[in-house]
């Protein structure tokens, strides 16, 4: 008993140790990728950014909209019914944009990521890479990487404005607030500073679930089983990650 | 082919999108005010309290964005705070003898400097300062002064 604890605890060590290098190594080849084979990034941007834009945008609609509601009935108890814009627009930008599109994009992106990966090593195509000469590494992981990267921010910046026409549906249109109280009151108190807070954390949030999503499937045991065990830990270890560095980013940001 | 022309059609659109989502945020929800004049020259006023008045607060003369707070700092000699704020350029025509107060928009909105006109035939200018200054009315100070008030009358 003491001993599988042991064991667990000097395992996850060991992983965590194995990932801090595997990301040293995405890090160190993303600058000649980036600039030399760009078009494996473009390919990679499409993948993740492009085909995630349905579910983000739907996702934020009712995210806003929801916020105008939740918003409308507790500020209302104060008379303040008009500040929903505001409410929703600091929860959109600060919070829920950049920490749910981290989670679709974990769910919707990370997982094809993982078990493509996984199930190119399940069936030998990165042995067979590296026996060609080519690198994986640079050939495969660091352009899904760098996709994910550069997707992240775009997609919580689209699922923030998405969210605040959705608030501003429900707010305006559904409860009758004044549509100039609403947006006037959210320019006041918004400031760009916030807006740039929510890119930074998206940005670190990208940087986090696509490295977390490569890693598990370029460390999967090589079956199926395995593969599908790395698909669901890139979900569950992104959503942990973000929402700890989250707390992290929002504490040393006030 | 066919398929690469749509992978780079569906990525370009995606980054514009996600261009115009950031445009959209930092111009229309963040504070833009209607004031963006480089055009201006900057007064200075004295307060015994400015509450809670940020920096970038807008200047508002008969309820009309005309300026910016531009700093506040602490006068450690007099023991106020010194408030310096811009006002364009084109309002050149404001009397000296203004007064300046702390106001807040509406119940919990944001505090912004109202200025009302004086009777002065001198202008404001580069370096004024105002006069007359009104602090920021500090809800909790007036909730004191009532309770005191109240609990004495019931004496």
């Known amino acids: ?14 992983a965590f140790g194995a990932f801090q290098l595997f990301f040293l190594r995405l890090l160190a080849n993303s600058p000649s990728i980036f600039f030399k084979r760009f078009s494996l990034v473009v390919k990679q941007v499409y993948n993740t950014g492009t085909l995630s834009l349905v579910i983000i945008m739907v996702c934020g609609f009712f995210v806003g909209a929801v916020l105008g509601l939740q918003g409308y009935a507790n500020l209302a108890r104060f008379n303040a019914e008009d500040s929903v814009g ?11 944009g950049p920490v749910i599109t981290a989670l679709l994009f974990a769910g919707r992106a990370g997982t094809a990521l993982a078990s493509e990966i996984g199930l190119m090593k399940a069936t030998n195509q990165l042995s067979a890479m590296e026996m060609m000469g080519v690198d994986p590494l640079r050939r495969i992981l660091v352009p899904r990487f760098l996709g994910g990267v550069i997707a992240m921010p775009f997609l919580a910046a689209i699922f923030s404005a998405i969210g605040l026409f959705g608030a501003h549906l429900v707010g305006v249109g559904l409860l009758g607030i004044d549509v100039g109280a609403f947006w006037q009151l959210m320019q006041q108190s918004l400031e760009i500073g916030d807006i740039q807070e929510g890119i930074v954390k998206s940005f670190v949030f990208g ?20 593969v599908g065990r790395a698909t669901t830990r890139s979900v569950v270890i992104t959503a942990i990650v973000v929402l700890i560095f989250d707390f992290m980013i929002t504490a040393v940001a006030l | 082919m066919r398929q690469t022309r749509a992978v780079e059609f569906g990525t370009g659109l995606f980054v514009l999108m996600g261009m115009a989502a950031l445009f959209f945020l930092t111009t229309q929800a963040t504070g833009g005010d209607g004031f963006s004049s480089n055009d201006v020259f900057e007064v200075q006023a004295r ?9 970038r607060a807008p200047v508002a003369m008969a309820g009309v964005t005309i300026g910016r707070v531009t700093d506040i700092v602490f006068d450690p000699v007099e023991l106020n705070a010194v408030v310096s704020f811009v006002i ?8 000296d003898d203004s007064s300046a ?36 009315i500090i809800l909790e100070n007036l909730i004191g002064k009532f309770l005191m008030k109240s609990s004495s009358d019931s004496k």
């Open chain 2, 101 to 136: 107060a702390i106001l807040t928009s509406g119940l919990l909105g944001s505090q912004y400097i109202g200025m009302e006109a004086g009777g002065s035939e001198i202008y404001l200018e580069e370096g004024s300062e105002i006069f007359l200054p009104q602090s920021a």
């Open chain 2, 88 to 95: 364009d350029s084109q309002y050149d025509q404001i009397p």
């Open chain 1, 1 to 14: 008993m003491l001993r599988d604890i042991y064991n667990a605890m000097m395992e996850f060590v060991r």
């Open chain 1, 86 to 96: 505001t409410f929703a627009a600091f929860a959109l930008v600060k919070e829920l």
């Open chain 2, 47 to 55: 307060f015994e309290n400015v509450g809670s008045l940020k920096p």
């Open chain 1, 207 to 226: 940087v986090i679930a696509s490295s977390l999503a490569v890693w598990e499937g370029y460390s999967a045991i090589p079956t199926a089983e395995g």
